[in-house]
């Protein structure tokens, strides 16, 4: 009983953080939902939902290799207020 429930705690995430899957090999990240806010991230679950639709029964799907998405995260966690609108649009939307 008890290895069932630590393994369904270590499958969600933080409060504050989601869970995304990038790449052909679906690697899991934890995101703050903070990035929600970011116009390119935005761009980026857009194309997810045209791309695996909502209902996909493994999670949050991007369509992006993983370079990409630590790209991505890496200048959202850098300029956290300061938005560079469309930056990363022309890499997310391969």
Same mark, same amino acid.
């Given at each position: +009983?008890?290895?069932?429930?630590?393994?369904?705690?270590?499958?969600?995430?933080?409060? @504050?953080?989601?869970?995304?899957?990038?790449?052909?090999?679906r690697k899991r990240?934890?995101?703050?939902t903070s990035y929600?806010?970011?116009?390119?991230?935005?761009?980026?679950?857009?194309?997810?939902?045209?791309?695996? @639709?909502?209902?996909?029964? +493994? @999670?949050?799907?991007?369509?992006?290799?993983?370079?990409?998405?630590?790209?991505?995260?890496?200048?959202?966690?850098?300029?956290?207020?300061?938005?560079?609108?469309?930056?990363?649009?022309?890499?997310?939307?391969?």
């Amino acid at each position: +009983m008890r290895r069932k429930q630590a393994e369904e705690e270590r499958k969600r995430a933080p409060k @504050g953080h989601f869970v995304v899957y990038v790449g052909s090999t679906r690697k899991r990240f934890i995101v703050p939902t903070s990035y929600l806010k970011n116009p390119s991230f935005q761009q980026l679950l857009e194309k997810a939902a045209e791309e695996y @639709g909502f209902d996909n029964p +493994m @999670g949050i799907v991007l369509p992006c290799d993983e370079s990409t998405f630590k790209h991505l995260t890496a200048f959202l966690a850098l300029s956290s207020p300061l938005v560079i609108k469309g930056r990363y649009t022309a890499l997310l939307c391969q």
